[in-house]
């Protein structure tokens, strides 16, 4: 994927409970795992891209990651 060619990005960080704990518009801006200027516990953390290249369809991605501190 060419990020350069984005016209829509966002990206969302939740908790297991399905509670917002990062969102940003900004393909540059990325979770510090953080949440309210509190470091998270190390855990699994569901997330969901959307996202639209240049004359597509909006497309979601998601997932899991793993916090390690």
Aim: hydrophobic fraction near 30%; aromatic fraction near 14%; charged fraction near 20%.
């Amino acid at each position: 994927m060419n990020c350069d060619q984005l016209n829509y990005y966002n990206l969302q960080i939740l908790d297991r409970w399905g509670n917002l704990l990062f969102e940003s518009q900004n393909k540059e801006n990325g979770w510090n795992g953080k949440f309210e200027e509190i470091s998270m516990p190390p855990g699994v953390y569901p997330y969901v891209i959307q996202y639209q290249l240049h004359n597509e369809d909006k497309n979601i991605k998601a997932g899991e990651l793993t916090l390690i501190k």
